[in-house]
C-alpha cells in the first residue's frame, strides 16, 4: 500500500518535474527561435538620435529650424531629476532594480490576452522595452514582438547602464504636437528649457507616453488632469516627493501654450521666409537631406536681419505700385458663407481658417461686413471693433475696376460697393501719417500679379545679406531670385563691354550706331535701339549708359561672341553660354542670383567671390564642417608688427579681371545712373553704378547695382512672362526698389568712392564724341577716363563691327527738328551730326530684339 502511495506521488513529482522541463525546454526554445537575427544592442552605446538643425543669425538669433522628428538632444546630465522621476513613476517604478522586463505585468497581459483571445493586447512595457520597440522592432503589438522585447530589454540592461538607457529613452520618446523627447516637448507645451520645468509640468509630461492625443491639454482636460495626479501621487510614494511639494503640485492648474498660458516657443521665430528656405535647399544638396533634416547641424547665416526686412519692403513697394497702377481689382477670391458671418465670434474663426497669406508687414485680413451708400464696413482678424467700426471709405477704391466674369472690366468704381460684397475676404492696411504716425483709415490691398525678387550682398566676402524670392513666402514659396531662369536683357551688356575693353578697346573708342541687317537662315534679323532710333558715331561710354543695342551688337561681332561667352562662364553668370550675337542682348535666361554675385566682382576690382548664404555649419558635436571665409592671415603669427601697421589678410583669390578694367567699367556705369537709363532714380549719396535691363516687350526688368561695399539687384516680371509696358523698364521698376533699400543699406554700412587700381592715368574726353579734352576742359560734356599706363589711346578710329551696310540705309538717321539734332567736331577735325541724348521716355534700356 505504502508503495504504491509513493509510486503514486512518485510519478506525479515525475511528471511535474517532466513538466516543467518541457516547458522550460520550449520556453527556452522559444525565446532561442525569436533571438535569431536580433540586432545588437551594444549598437546603442553609439546613441545618435534625429535631431533639429537650426539656421541662427549673426548675431545669434534663431531664424529657423528643419527635423523630420523635432527632437532636441539632452544628455542625461541635463536632464533635471524631477523630469527622470516623474517618468520613472510613470511608466516603470522599478527601473533601476528589475531585469529589462516585469515578470508580473508580462503575466497580466498574458491572460488578458488568453481571456479576450487576442483581441484585447495592451502594455505593461519596461522602459528598457521601450526602448527596445523604439530602437529596433517598430512593429505592432503581436506575441513575438513582446518576447523580442524581452530578450533585447534583457540584454540591454546587462551591456548598458541604467542612465543611459533612460537617456536614451527621455530624448527618443513621442510626446504629441510632433515633438520627440522631453526638451522639445518642454518648449512644446511650455516653452520652457527642461531646467525651468515645475513638478507638475515634469508630471504632465510624463502623462504623454501613453497616447498624447488622449491627455490633449485643451481638448482632453479632464483626462489630462486625473493622469497627472496619478503621477504625481506615484511621485509621492515612490519619495520622490515631500507631502508639502505634492500637495502644491495636485492643487497647481495646467497651463500649456496649447490653452494660452504660455507664449508659443514659434512666437520668437520670425516667420520662414526665402532666406532660411534657400539655406534648406542649397544644405539639403551639399550635405545630403537626410543628413540636414535628422543631423542636428548649428547654420551661422549671412542674413543682416534687419536689411532681410527691408528688402521685403522694398521689393513689395515696388510691386505693389506697379500693380495699382495697373488699376484693376482683384481681391483675394474668398468669400465666407452666411452661415460664417452669423456673429462676431462665428466669421473670426472663418477668418482663422482662410489660406491666406499673413506675412506681408502691416497688412490684415478682413472680411466685409456691410456695404454701404459709399464705403463699406469691415471685421480685422486680430483687431478688435471699436464703437463706429472699421471702414473702407469711398475715396479708397477710385483706382480700381473690377474685373467681371466674362473677363471685362467694369468703369472705376467710385464706392466700396463697386469693388466688395458682403463676405469678401480682403487685405487691409492702415494707412498713417508721415509726420507723426497716427491713424488715417482703413486702406484695400491685394497680392499683385507681377512677381520679382531682390538680392544684395557683401562685394568682398560674397555673403548674402539679404534675398526676397518673391512678394510673399507663404503666398508662394517658389525662390525667384535663385530659381526662376529669366532673360536679363541689358544687364548683361557690361559683360561684353568687359569684354572688349580687355581686348584693347577703351571708353572713348567710337562704335557705329547705325542699322543692321544679318541673315540668320531663317530670316533676315534687324535689331534695333528701344527708341527705335539710330545715332551714328558714339563713344563705348554713352554706348552703355543708354544702352544702345545696335552698338553692342558690332561690339560683340568684333570681339567675338566666343570671348564674351568665355567671360560671361568665367563670371559664372552661365555654365555654357551659346554664341548666338543676340546673346550679346542678354536674350539667354540666367538668375538674379548669378547676375549679382556677377556684378560683385566688378565692385570689388576683379577679384572671385563666391556668394554664400552661410558663414559657417556645425555638427551636433560643434565641430567646425564648413567655413565660408577661407582668408589667410598669416602675419597674425608673427610675435610683433612694425607700429601702426595691421595684419594683412590674404584672400587667395582668382583674379577674373584686369583692375584696370574693373574699374574702367565701373566708372562707365556709374554714367548710367547719373546721366543714362537709370537717371533719377537712383540717390544714394555715395557713388554708386549699376546697369537696367528691360528684354524685348519689356516683359523682363532688371537693375543691377553696387556701391564700394554692397551690390544688389532686382528682377520684376510675370511668372508666365508678358508684356510690362507700358512704363514696365528697368529703370522705371527696379530702380526704385534697389534705391529704397540701398538708402537703409548705405546708413548701416556706408559707401565711399571706388577704388582706383594702379597702372593707369586719367584723360578727359568728350563723351559724345569721344574727342581727346585738355586737363583745364570742364562742362557737361567733358569726362575723365582712366586709361592703362603704356597704352596710348587711339582717338577718331570707328569700328563698325564688319557688318555690311545696306545701300539704302542711312549711316545715322536724319532728323528734321533743329532742337533733335546736334553737330560735333571729332578729333579728326571732321563734323558730325547726332541725333540728341534720348529722354528717358524715348529709350529704355534696351534688351533683347
Known sequence: ????????????????????????????????????????????????????????????????????????????????????????????????????????????????????????????????????????????????????????????????????????????????????????????????????????????????PKAPSDYHPVRQLDRAMARRAYVLSEMYDNGYLTEAEYEKAMAEPLRTVQNGEYDSFKSNLPPRDYFSDEIRRQLSRDFGEDEFFTGGLTVRATVDQDLQVEAAKALQKGLEDYDRSRGVWRGTGIKLTEEQMADEATWRAALAETELARDVEGWHVAVVLETGDTSARIGIEGVENDEDGHWI??????????????????????????????????????????????????????????????????????????????????????????QATRQPGSSFKPFVYAAALDSGYSPATIIIDAPIEIDTGAGVWRPKNSSNKFYGPTPLRTGIEQSRNLMTIRLAQEVGMDTIARYAERFGVYDNMNTFLSNSLGAEETTLFKMVAAYAMFANGGERVEPTLVDRVQDRWGKTVYRHDQRDCLECQVASLEPGVAPAIHTGRERVMDPVTAYQLTS????????????????????????????????????????????????????????????????TLCGPVFNQFMKEATKKFGGGSFDIPPGGHFIKIDRYTGARLGNDASGPNVVAEYFRNGEEPLFGVTYDGGFAMASDLPLFEEVGDVEDTRVEKTSTGETVTFGDKATFGTITSGGEY
Not at 443 to 450: A, H, K, M, N
Open 1 to 208: 500500500m505504502l508503495r504504491a502511495i509513493l509510486n503514486f506521488f512518485g510519478g506525479i513529482f515525475t511528471f511535474l518535474v517532466l513538466g516543467i522541463v518541457m516547458a522550460g525546454l520550449t520556453i527556452g526554445g522559444i525565446f532561442w527561435m525569436f533571438s535569431r537575427d536580433l540586432p545588437n544592442t551594444e549598437t546603442l552605446t553609439q546613441y545618435r538620435p534625429d535631431t533639429i538643425s537650426r539656421v541662427y543669425s549673426g548675431e545669434g538669433l534663431i531664424m529657423d529650424e528643419f527635423a523630420k522628428e523635432r527632437r532636441i538632444y539632452a544628455p542625461i546630465e541635463e536632464i533635471p531629476d524631477v523630469v527622470k522621476q516623474a517618468f520613472i513613476s510613470a511608466e516603470d517604478k522599478n527601473f533601476y532594480t528589475h531585469k529589462g522586463y516585469d515578470v508580473r505585468g508580462i503575466a497580466a497581459v498574458i491572460v488578458e490576452a488568453i481571456q479576450t483571445k487576442g483581441e484585447r493586447l495592451r502594455g505593461a512595457s519596461t522602459i528598457p522595452q521601450q526602448v527596445a520597440k523604439i530602437s529596433f522592432l517598430h512593429g505592432g503589438r503581436t506575441i513575438e514582438r513582446k518576447i523580442q522585447e524581452i530578450i533585447l530589454s534583457n540584454r540591454m540592461v546587462t551591456t548598458l547602464s541604467r542612465d543611459h538607457i533612460l537617456e536614451i529613452y527621455l530624448n527618443e520618446i513621442f510626446l504629441g504636437q510632433n515633438s520627440y523627447g522631453v526638451a522639445a516637448a518642454a518648449l512644446t507645451y511650455f516653452n520652457k528649457t527642461l531646467s525651468e520645468l515645475t513638478v507638475e509640468e515634469a508630471a504632465y509630461l510624463a502623462v504623454l
Open 393 to 482: 471709405p469711398a475715396k479708397d477704391v477710385t483706382w480700381a475696376r473690377k474685373r467681371r466674369e466674362d473677363g471685362s472690366l467694369s468703369g472705376k468704381a467710385r464706392k466700396a460697393a463697386d469693388l466688395v460684397d458682403v463676405g469678401d475676404v480682403v487685405y487691409v492696411r492702415a494707412m498713417t501719417s508721415d509726420d507723426d504716425g497716427s491713424f488715417i483709415r482703413w486702406t484695400l490691398r491685394q497680392v499683385p500679379e507681377v512677381q520679382g525678387a531682390f538680392m544684395a550682398m557683401d562685394v568682398n566676402t560674397g555673403r548674402v545679406i539679404a534675398m526676397q524670392g518673391g512678394f510673399s513666402y507663404q503666398n508662394s514659396v517658389f525662390n525667384r531670385a535663385t
Open 668 to 731: 562707365m556705369m556709374q554714367g548710367v545712373v547719373q546721366r543714362g537709363t537709370a537717371a533719377g532714380r537712383i540717390d544714394l549719396g555715395v557713388p554708386v553704378a549699376g546697369k537696367t535691363g528691360t528684354t524685348n516687350d519689356s516683359k523682363d526688368a532688371w537693375f543691377v547695382g553696387f556701391t564700394s561695399n554692397i551690390v544688389a539687384g532686382c528682377y520684376i516680371g510675370h511668372d508666365r512672362p508678358r508684356s510690362l509696358a507700358p512704363g514696365g523698364y528697368g529703370g
